[in-house]
């Protein structure tokens, strides 16, 4: 091994932050996660899907069999017209996993405590303003004033990324994708089993997903269009009683179960997760001794199922990189290992984004070409996406390899 890191800052202690951490740990190296807020994120955020690669590289780190147990198990996605006309229906190829939903703040919960019981230390209140080389390391400042030094920086920051401001000052920035999402779990939907299936409609006006568990409990999540950007504090103004009445509206006349589904939530639990956006990419993901990981480097738009299994695949590449090669090799192997893979996977995101905020034009076209593309699209051909694995053991090549891979 010819690794020189000894240390890293973790900026952000959300999903990637105490994977890497974790995963970092594993490697021989020492981590501390600096996260802005205060306090923990109970009860933050909505539902995410964690794709059967996103556990796999879980298991990597030993909390796979940790995320599966807060998790409901997703076996098929069946696609749907508001009229109820099916579209398609996709599940994991022959051999491989089924997706987990879970809710966001579950999940952080979860690597928050594992992490912590490891012996990983996460500092709250710490919000990255700046960040110094020095000749040995780098030098985190924060807000409040007070520094941390190591040997590399990891920016885990989100999709409003200060590192990679701070990587490149040009970086593009998230813009709004035009719809914004809300979920929740109920107790008793009055509906029969969806049988581990998610249904997901293309209503007329808005966009549905729901699964019913056998006990006929059930989530359901909306991305309701939305003209301007709104921030979940606005959106937190309208009361929840409102927000479920008016979502409720956006699905009157289409064949779907909405008004089953929202009117029955108790509106203490609606969760506003906020506005979706979409971020171009990100020419620089490192410079000197700082690296992004997670939507700070590729933020992937939830219609792709992925952003948290990429964010976390990410992490334990890194670690990886750094395990075996000096820190300005082991950035330009994380790249060329992680680069492709995300980058094929946001672009077939954007596709379905489109979709779901066709206009009446659009929705005819989709309605037609979907269950042809759905048919043509069996699952062995989504086995890159899903069924990729990281080989820990695999020792980081600091050259690529004649066919362009690393291990
Ligand atoms: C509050 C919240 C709610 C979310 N809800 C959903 C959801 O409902 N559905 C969904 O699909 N995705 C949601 N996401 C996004 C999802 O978690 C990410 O897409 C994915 O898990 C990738 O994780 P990440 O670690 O890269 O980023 P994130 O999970 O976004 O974590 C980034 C962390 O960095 C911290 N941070 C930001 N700037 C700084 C700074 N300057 N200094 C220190 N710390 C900083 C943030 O507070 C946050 O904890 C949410 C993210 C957040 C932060």
């Known amino acids: 091994m010819s690794s020189t890191t000894r240390s890293a800052l ?15 740990h594993r490697a021989g190296i020492e981590a501390t996660v600096y996260e802005a807020y205060a306090s923990t994120a109970d009860g933050v955020g909505g539902g995410l899907g964690l794709a059967p690669n996103g556990l796999a590289a879980l298991d990597v780190i030993g909390v796979g069999d940790l995320v599966r147990e807060i998790g409901t198990p997703t076996t098929d996605i069946v696609l749907q017209s508001w009229n109820g006309k099916r579209l398609g229906e996709f599940g994991s190829p022959p051999g491989v996993e089924s997706a987990r939903f879970v809710w966001r703040a579950d999940l952080y919960r979860t690597l928050y405590d594992e992490a912590a019981r490891r012996g990983v230390r996460t500092v709250h209140g710490k919000r990255l303003v700046a960040a110094r080389e020095t000749a040995g390391g780098v030098t985190a400042h924060f807000a409040d004033g007070t520094t941390a030094e190591a040997d590399v920086l990891i920016g885990a920051d989100g999709i409003r990324s200060t590192v990679r401001a701070l990587i490149d000052p040009d970086a593009p920035r998230p813009h709004y994708g035009g719809l914004f999402s809300f979920g929740a779990p109920v107790k008793d ?190 699952p062995e ?27």
């Not at 990729?388 to 050259?399: E, F, L, P």
Request: charged share 20%.
């Open 189 to 378: 939907t009055g509906l029969p089993s969806t049988g581990g299936k998610m249904y997901m409609t293309f209503g007329k006006r808005a966009f549905l997903g729901y699964q019913v568990q056998d006990d006929s409990s059930g989530v359901w999540f909306v991305n309701l269009p939305h003209p301007g950007p709104m921030t979940v504090a606005e959106a937190a103004r309208t009361s929840a009683e409102d927000w479920l009445r008016v979502l409720a509206a956006a699905f009157t006349g289409d064949r779907v179960p909405a008004a089953d589904l929202l009117l029955r939530t108790d509106p203490g639990d609606l969760l506003i997760a906020g506005p979706m956006e979409n971020m171009p990419r990100v020419p620089a993901w490192s410079r000197g001794r700082m690296v992004l990981i997670g939507d700070a480097a590729h933020a992937a738009s939830s219609s792709s199922g992925q952003g948290a299994s990429l964010a976390v695949e990410s992490a334990v590449q890194l670690a990886r990189c750094l395990r075996d090669l000096p820190h300005e090799e082991a950035f330009t192997a994380y790249q060329d290992l992680r680069r492709p893979r995300v980058e094929r996977i946001i672009k077939e995101a954007e596709r379905t984004n489109s979709n779901k905020a066709a206009g009446p034009v659009g929705r005819v076209l989709r309605d037609l070409l979907l269950p042809l593309v759905m048919k043509l699209n069996k």
């Open 381 to 407: 051909k989504s086995a890159w996406q899903t069924g990729y694995r990281i080989d820990w053991d695999a020792s980081v090549s600091a050259t690529p390899h004649p066919d362009g891979t690393r291990a």
């Open 10 to 24: 973790v900026i952000g202690g959300g999903i990637g932050g105490p994977v890497a951490a974790m995963a970092l």
